[in-house]
């Protein structure tokens, strides 16, 4: 019963320095989202997924890439790490009831130094 | 454009007591939900309450309700019979329907139970 699947929960980078971010879940679901959450400005959505094979870019894509590997994994690239990019950043699949209930993981708190 | 906005950016109610939180948004789309969300501090995201826009019936969930203004864009959260649990962010969000599902999220309102 994991639902969503995110990784790393905690991540420490030095500026200009790359990583990825792993999303996975087991709901079946067409859509998963990666959003940022800072302090006084909520959850803003970076990229989007609707569905296997397709990206959108969100309100805040700059910085970042993504790749919808298959239906259960979408991953979230920084290639050259900023501090600006220090955040919480959560991955979320879209389904449930009327498939607009957002379930989500449980963040990756990320500092760039 | 889908916006949605939350003007407080923080409230505090005394347990028992309710509390009300407003949202508006605004958006060109005829079906849509509207969707709060709650975040204590363990950061984990759970859904409170959700509301179709085609339904004039006001959701309620427990001690959670909505005031769905339609024609004004305005879809406030209350909470009854307030718990120190209760204490946490709360997000306005909203969504329509179709393939894409864009999920849109407000600045958030964080509230505090006092005992």
């Known amino acids: 019963n994991a639902g969503v699947t995110q990784t790393p929960k905690f991540q420490v980078l030095k500026t200009g320095q790359s990583m990825t971010l792993q999303c996975a879940q087991d709901m079946n679901h067409n859509s998963m989202y990666w959003y940022r959450q800072d302090p006084g400005m909520g959850l803003r959505l970076i990229y989007y997924s609707a569905s296997e094979g397709t990206t959108d870019k969100g309100e805040v894509p700059n910085g970042y890439n993504v790749s919808r590997l298959n239906k259960r994994e979408f991953s979230l690239r920084l290639e050259s790490a900023a501090p600006s990019q220090t955040s919480v950043y959560f991955c979320?699949?879209?389904?449930?009831?009327?498939?607009?209930?957002?379930?989500f993981g449980q963040g990756t708190r990320l500092t760039v130094v | 454009a889908q916006t949605v906005t939350q003007s407080q950016p923080e409230m505090s109610v005394q347990e028992a007591e309710t509390v009300t939180l407003s949202c508006t948004y605004d958006t060109s789309e005829n079906n849509y939900y509207l969707f709060w969300y709650k975040q204590p501090p363990s950061r984990q995201m759970i859904l409170v309450i959700r509301?179709?826009?085609?339904?004039?019936q006001n959701a309620t969930e427990n001690r959670f309700s909505v005031n769905f203004q339609k024609a004004a864009k305005s879809f406030s959260l209350k909470i009854s019979d307030s718990q120190l649990g209760d204490t946490a962010m709360y997000f306005c969000a909203s969504a329509y329907g179709g393939a894409t599902n864009k999920l849109i999220f407000g600045t958030g309102t964080l509230l505090a139970v006092q005992p």
């Open positions: 979320a699949s879209v389904g449930g009831i009327l498939n607009t209930e957002a379930f």
């Open positions: 509301q179709e826009a085609y339904k004039q």
